[in-house]
């Protein structure tokens, strides 16, 4: 999630996605027992990124009065964005997808229209599918997972940030919630560092927009 593509202003010959190079390091996470740092200088490792470079973290912690699978299927479900998501208002999918989140794949390429960051300026954002638990996975692992990372349009080179999911089963019946975005060093992080108030305080709101959404299911 970021402001401007900046693509147009770099050229990087050869310049081709660092993600599909990575190996995830999402097995390093113990997303079980993750929860939002106390201290904001402290950042929070991604599945495709890890720790290395990261600049700053926003997050958000609630509890969801419903089963981690519901929540996990609406935050995928990103045809019906505009029903409950008033920072993510419109999600636009490539052309072959048109139920969601079953048809929802690691590597689906999708545009974010959000609201909120800059006055009443709609921004946009290529933002790419990175991580998804297998359809069926239990939550006996004791939560689901989902991710996406943007993409910057030059292999990462202008700015990197990924955005994952995590839904804690309490075994209740509620859900832990953390939904996180790590931006990592690249030059145009100058311009996201300023924005990193609004953008936490939209991401309290979209976390909450869930819990509404989930729980009114
Ligand atoms: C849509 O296209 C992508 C990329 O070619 C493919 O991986 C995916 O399975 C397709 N999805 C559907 C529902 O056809
Ligand atoms: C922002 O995007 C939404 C959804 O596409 C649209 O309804 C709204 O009019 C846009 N706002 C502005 C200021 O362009
Ligand atoms: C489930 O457990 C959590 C943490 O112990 C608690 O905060 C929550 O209210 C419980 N939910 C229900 C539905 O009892």
């Known amino acids: 999630m970021l402001l401007f593509r900046i693509s147009h202003l770099l050229t990087i010959p050869g310049a081709t996605s660092l993600v599909a190079s990575a190996a995830l390091p999402s097995r390093h996470i113990n997303y079980g027992s993750l929860h939002c740092p106390e201290d904001s200088s402290a950042t929070l490792a991604t599945p495709t990124y890890g720790r290395e470079g990261a600049v700053f973290t926003v997050c958000s912690e609630l509890l969801i009065d419903a089963g981690p699978r519901a929540a996990y299927d609406a935050v995928l479900d990103f045809r019906s964005y505009p029903r409950w998501n008033s920072f993510v208002v419109d999600v636009a999918l490539p052309a072959n997808v048109s139920s969601t989140p079953e048809d929802v794949y690691v590597g689906m390429v999708m545009r974010f229209t959000s609201e909120g960051l800059v006055g009443s300026v709609n921004t946009t954002s290529t933002e790419v599918i990175s991580l998804l638990d297998s359809p069926g996975t239990s939550s006996s692992s004791g939560y689901l997972v989902s991710a996406w990372h943007y993409d910057d349009g030059v292999g990462g080179f202008g700015s990197r940030a990924e955005h994952p999911n995590v839904f804690v089963d309490l075994g209740n019946g509620s859900t832990r919630y953390v939904s996180y975005e790590t931006y990592y060093t690249g ?24 819990k509404e959404y989930v729980e009114d299911l």
């Open 187 to 210: 030059l145009a992080t100058g311009i996201t560092v300023l924005l990193r108030e609004r953008l936490q305080n939209q991401w309290d709101v979209q976390a909450r927009d869930l």
